[in-house]
């Protein structure tokens, strides 16, 4: 099966600008999540979305989100870009209604690399 | 609220050298746990998920064990190319979202 794909990977934007990322999850996956990482706060948890609804929401503001479509894919926006949104934003996708043993394992996309000027 | 600690921050060990990483967490009902290695500039991946104390699973020179408020994760005889950050995670009650530690900066040396 091929794995989590994210693009772009590499994207550099200024302040203000919005951005639009989007992730595709090993198929059959109906499950995406959607995290920032930074050497300071680590793994932070963006929000997550199970067939087309969002079913959690970390502690992020307004300016981040995201919609899944009816295919499982799923995008993330960031409006009015900051510095301070400079970052590895990682998708993982996982099967909780699966009958596999680790169905409730996420896999990673390889990310997307964010850098705002 | 679920708490993840790894331990130690960073590690470095000579080629050969084994060593072991530990994960202590808080959980109300642990539903799974899970090891991931992450390389520089890139998405973490899966090695382990762990579902009850006692579970043992190994990979290669990787050993990732469980008891009922930690694991750990044995290197054993260490090649360079294992130099990554491990990353812990636990799956409590009825989260759908995985809590992550901050992770364990492996450097192994020639």
């Known amino acids: 099966k091929a794995g989590v794909t994210q693009t772009p990977r590499y994207l550099i934007k200024t302040r203000g600008q919005q951005v639009t990322l989007s992730c595709s999850p090993i198929s059959g996956h109906r499950s995406v999540s959607w995290y920032q990482q930074t050497p300071g706060q680590g793994l932070q948890f963006l929000f997550e979305?199970?067939?087309?609804?969002?079913?959690n929401k970390g502690n992020f503001p307004g300016r981040f989100s995201g919609r899944q479509f009816s295919n499982s894919r799923s995008e993330m926006n960031v409006s009015t870009l900051e510095l301070g949104d400079s970052a590895l934003y990682l998708c993982a996708s996982s099967n909780p209604s699966g009958g596999a043993l680790q169905k409730e394992t996420q896999y990673f996309g390889p990310g997307t690399r964010l850098l705002v000027l | 609220e679920d708490q993840v600690t790894q331990s130690p921050e960073a590690l470095r060990l000579q080629e050969g050298e084994s060593s072991s990483l530990n994960c202590s967490y808080t959980v109300s009902g642990l539903r799974g746990l899970f090891w991931y290695r992450q390389d520089p500039g890139k998405g973490p991946e899966f090695l382990f998920t762990l579902y009850s104390a006692g579970e043992e699973k190994e990979k290669e020179r990787l050993k990732a064990t469980l008891t009922k408020k930690e694991s750990f994760l044995h290197i054993t005889a260490p090649k360079p190319e294992d130099s990554a950050t491990y990353l812990c995670a636990v799956l409590s009650g009825g989260s759908y979202i995985p809590t992550f530690g901050r992770g364990t900066s492996l450097i192994v040396h020639p």
């Open positions: 979305y199970f067939s087309e609804t969002q079913r």
